[in-house]
């Protein structure tokens, strides 16, 4: 007897061990996802709180006031010397240059294999070759002429910008003109994937009014890449007294911007504005992960070139 009433319990000793295992899963699944999002609500209010630090105004490069104004156009970059090789009419490093920004000659007597943050990772293999970027940046400004007041183009009298470069940062993508998207009961601008998205109904790159560029900072979701991933580094620039271009390319004619200023704002209160002035505006979402935020870095027209 006692044999079969204890048969006769097995299935409920086993069901109540099952509830028991499960009930342990669920708590340790909800133990995690409380974690998780103490973690992420902790990060979010920390990341916000620093936001403070990307906002920065410096003097107007069109009215001359401050560091640097257009007839100068920052040409004096503190990177390596340039001149002329002897046999070819293309830039080189001068021999008093430094050979590469951020390491030291101990390193590079002693051969270090891999010289870390002073290289790209993709100049690992091959370091003699690689180009800082104060230098690129300088080949890049060689040529341009300051634009006198008076004399830039009318809203609507070029074509639309194809490619936007900002050297210093490392930033250099083909442009899209973003088209409206009809929702159903509203209307909103497509979203660039893996371009700068240009909005059409605001002034092209050169013209005068405000250019406004929009770029991912990254698109963990939609993988539509992250051309502005880098543009949050902009505000450390300028606190830091460096000079910021950008630079845009419509057909064999490039304009020359100078950053005086970057901006944060809630994503509630974004909106285009005009500056009466021929300025670009480039907006990206911050901080990451929180993407409830728009930096908005912004230029003023300096310099142009047309490439002959």
């Known amino acids: ?3 079969g009433y204890d048969y006769l319990l097995r299935p409920g000793r086993l069901r109540h061990r099952l509830f028991k295992y499960f009930g342990i899963i669920i708590f340790v699944f909800g133990a995690i996802l409380l974690a998780s999002g103490g973690a992420y609500y902790g990060y979010a209010a920390n990341a916000r709180a620093d936001l403070d630090n990307l906002n920065v105004t410096l003097p107007s490069a069109v009215t001359g006031e401050g560091k640097s104004q257009a007839t100068g156009v920052g ?3 503190s990177g ?4 002329l090789s002897e046999d070819l009419d293309t830039p080189r ?13 101990l390193a590079i007597n002693t051969n270090q294999l891999y010289p870390g943050e002073a290289l790209s990772a ?3 293999s091959n370091p003699w070759s690689y180009e800082p970027l104060a230098y690129q940046t300088r080949l890049l400004l060689e040529g341009f002429t300051p634009i006198e007041p008076g004399s830039v183009a009318p809203a609507g009298a070029l074509d639309a910008a194809t490619r936007l470069i900002m050297p ?4 250099d993508s083909n442009i899209t003109e973003l088209q409206i998207l009809n929702l159903g009961e509203s209307r909103a601008y497509e979203t660039p994937d893996s371009v700068v ?10 013209e005068a009014g405000s250019s406004w560029f929009f770029g991912h900072t990254e698109s963990l979701t939609m993988g539509e890449g992250s051309v502005f991933f880098n543009l949050r580094q902009v505000p450390a620039k300028l606190r830091n007294d460096e000079d910021v271009y950008i630079i845009t390319e419509t057909g064999e004619t490039r304009y020359l ?25 480039l907006v990206s979402c911050v901080p990451r992960l929180v993407y409830d935020h728009r930096l908005i870095v912004t230029g003023e027209l300096v310099a142009q070139k047309t490439e002959s």
Not at 93 to 104: E, F, T
Not at 197 to 206: F, L
Not at 259 to 273: C, G, K, P, R
Request: aromatic letters at 4%.
């Open 257 to 281: 911007y100078l950053v005086t200023s970057s901006q944060v704002v809630h994503q509630d209160d974004m909106a285009l504005y005009e500056t009466g002035q021929s300025t670009i505006h």
């Open 80 to 83: 390596p010397s340039i001149e």
């Open 1 to 3: 007897m006692e044999a």
């Open 168 to 171: 210093s940062i490392g930033i």
């Open 93 to 105: 490093l001068s021999v008093s240059a430094k050979v590469l920004p951020g390491m030291s000659m």
């Open 122 to 124: 993709g100049s690992w």
């Open 197 to 206: 998205g240009h909005i059409p109904e605001t002034a092209n790159a050169g």
């Open 75 to 77: 040409l004096e970059s």
